[in-house]
């Protein structure tokens, strides 16, 4: 699932090519990808200028000003296997997997595409924006907020640490891959309580996790399968892991075999003897 890196990354090439833009076409092949009524998406999309493009957690949202009902978002989240990339619409027919279609003014097209289905696509006002539960409970930003304030507000709780982590609650935007790679830069097993962790440790592995996803912003977020930016590129911080898929693999730091174990049920790729509980 792309996380925050990789949304990022996508988020930043939308901007820099969609502002100013009117959509003026929408097909919807896979109307189920919508989290509203077809026909609702359409009249809210059809003459809606592009403000901007932002990240919010995993989520992609536009703003726009539409013609229908003013300021609206336009939110997408990818999930698992979904792209939103932005083209010249004489350069890319028509693909097997394309849920939402968008014709823009100067002939280019943006289009979400989704090949195991489970992402989806809505325009919002700002207010049902505001009230949607899933985006209401997003926690703090990791990049914007301070590692202290984070640490602080994990220092007390009784989950284990990687649950913590990939919790949207608690922090927001970080999954999988980013976790097991700040808790092995911060020497911690991905199963301790967070409370049984020294603050000053917590505040450490806060540390990694923000370089860990300026790192991975910087080199175009992480393409295992699906991944590509807004321009259809690959991202390249794969190739800087050092534990997240290598089960069975000599652990860089001392040699050991890294192996593996579910946590709040995510797979989790670490080594057992450079990660302990921090003390």
């Known amino acids: 699932m792309p996380e925050l890196p990789e949304v990022e990354v996508i988020a930043r090439g939308l901007n820099r090519s969609l502002p100013g833009r009117t959509v003026e076409r929408v097909e919807v092949p896979w109307p189920t990808s919508l989290r509203q009524p077809e026909d609702e998406f359409r009249r809210r999309m059809l003459g809606a200028r592009v403000l901007g493009v932002r990240r919010r957690a995993k989520l992609l949202l536009a703003d726009l000003e539409s013609p229908d009902v003013g300021p609206l978002l336009l939110g997408v989240h990818l999930k698992m296997t979904g792209r939103l990339v932005h083209e010249c619409g004489c350069e890319r027919p028509g693909a097997k997997h394309d849920r939402v279609i968008m014709t823009l003014d100067d002939g280019s097209v943006?289009?979400?595409?989704?090949?195991?289905?489970?992402?989806?696509?809505?325009?919002?006002?700002?207010?049902?924006?505001?009230?949607?539960?899933?985006?209401?409970?997003?926690?703090?930003?990791?990049?914007?907020?301070?590692?202290?304030?984070?640490?602080?507000?994990?220092?007390s709780r009784k989950a284990r640490i990687k649950a913590l982590l990939l919790d949207q609650t608690v922090v927001a935007g970080c999954g999988n891959i980013y976790a097991d790679e700040s808790l092995f830069r911060a020497g911690l097993g991905p199963a301790v309580r967070a409370c049984d962790v020294p603050e000053a440790?917590?505040?450490?592995?806060?540390?990694?996790?923000?370089?860990?996803?300026?790192?991975?912003?910087?080199?175009?977020?992480?393409?295992?399968?699906?991944?590509?930016?807004?321009?259809?590129d690959a991202g390249a911080f794969q190739n800087s892991f050092n534990v997240y898929g290598k089960k069975g693999q000599p652990c860089p730091r001392c040699g050991g075999c890294l192996t593996c174990s579910t946590v709040a049920g995510r797979t989790s790729t670490y080594c057992p003897d450079c990660q302990k509980n921090g003390r």
């Open 110 to 155: 943006l289009t979400f595409a989704d090949v195991r289905r489970f992402g989806y696509i809505v325009a919002l006002t700002p207010d049902e924006l505001n009230r949607w539960p899933f985006y209401a409970s997003l926690g703090p930003e990791p990049l914007e907020s301070s590692a202290d304030a984070l640490a602080r507000a994990v220092a």
């Open 201 to 232: 440790k917590l505040v450490e592995l806060f540390r990694h996790l923000q370089d860990v996803l300026a790192q991975a912003i910087a080199e175009n977020g992480s393409s295992i399968r699906d991944y590509v930016n807004a321009d259809g």
